[in-house]
């Protein structure tokens, strides 16, 4: 996989200057911030290793991600969910489709996240050879080595642009990319939790890292969103950002990540970089989905 220093953009929205990484360049295949988070597991050597397994949701850029590191490292992927959507089975696209055409191994059981888990450390792990576990959306120690190299790309940035005040935000899932990120630069990590509450993310930091300095500022909204759902003003954010800035973001984390960056800005002291992770290739099934909804043409 080709891997580079991804660029940075100056962009202008909403009357604002951001500078944004350009991590959705890095790699479609990886997603950008999968593509930092399985660095570690791209340049590792699978000599002893049959079998990738891990969990998610059967969307997710993760099990996309983890299809191609299986398909690159000649591998098996064998990725538990809770539930495929009957419209997707029906009708694959996206991450789903691309993941199955790589030979990933998409197993429907009907527990949740944290029974997936235990399920797989108490009875596939323990009964099985040859096997990697990578926990879900790849929250693992290991992702520390791909978002230090993010890190120090920032630095430089920085130090190259002789940037006095910089501040970093990106939306968050897991939390894994932010933390990280956090442990790793001097500056002000902000983010926003797209997946659960700031109670699952404060959770997920703690999972990580047990102490609170490492930990980023949570901004949050005003609204409650529920990850994966169907909102008119994200796809209308989307449009804008679009329009705007000619840049695709992703409809996920982007949308809402955007509209609490530009709620708390007032907030925050200096220079702003919006982290691009990627995430494009799921756009895919969620355009279809609105398209569905709201008749768009
Ligand atoms: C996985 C992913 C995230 C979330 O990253 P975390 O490290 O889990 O917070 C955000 N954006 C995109 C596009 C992703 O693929």
């Keep these: 996989m080709k891997y580079i220093d991804s660029p940075v953009d100056k962009i202008f929205f909403r009357n604002r200057d951001f500078y944004l990484k350009r991590d959705d360049l890095l790699d479609i295949e990886f997603s950008g911030n999968k593509a930092r988070k399985f660095y570690y597991f791209i340049n590792k050597d699978f000599k002893d290793i049959k079998k990738i397994v891990s969990y998610g949701s059967a969307q997710a850029n993760s099990l996309y991600s983890l299809s191609v590191l299986a398909k690159i490292k000649n591998v098996k992927l064998d990725f538990y969910v809770s539930h495929i959507a009957s419209y997707l089975k029906e009708n694959a696209c996206g991450n789903y489709k691309k993941a199955l055409a790589n030979g990933a191994n998409i197993i429907e059981v009907s527990k949740n996240g944290e029974e997936i888990q235990e ?8 009964n099985g050879k040859g096997l ?52 790793n630069l001097d500056c002000k990590v902000y983010t926003t939790a797209c997946v659960g509450d700031e109670k699952y993310l404060k959770k997920q930091f703690f999972h990580l890292e047990k102490d609170e ?3 980023p500022i949570i901004l949050n909204s005003s609204k409650k969103y529920h990850f994966g759902k169907l909102y008119q003003e994200f796809y209308q954010m989307y449009q804008e950002l679009r329009k705007s800035t000619s840049i695709e ?39 279809k989905r609105y398209e569905n909804k709201y008749m768009l043409s």
């Design 213 to 215: 300095n490492f930990h």
């Design 119 to 126: 399920y797989i450390e108490n009875i596939i792990l323990p």
């Design 249 to 287: 973001f992703d409809l996920l984390y982007d949308s809402l990540g955007w509209k609490i960056l530009l709620e708390n800005f007032e907030k925050i002291d200096g220079e702003i970089i919006y982290i691009h992770q990627g995430g494009l290739l799921g756009n895919e099934s969620m355009l």
């Design 132 to 183: 990697i576990f990578i926990e879900e959306g790849g929250r693992v120690k290991e992702a520390e080595f791909g978002i230090k190299i993010l890190a120090q790309e920032i630095i430089n940035f920085k130090e190259c642009k002789k940037i006095d005040k910089l501040n970093i935000f990106l939306p968050s899932g897991t939390g894994t990319t932010a933390l990280y990120l956090q442990k």
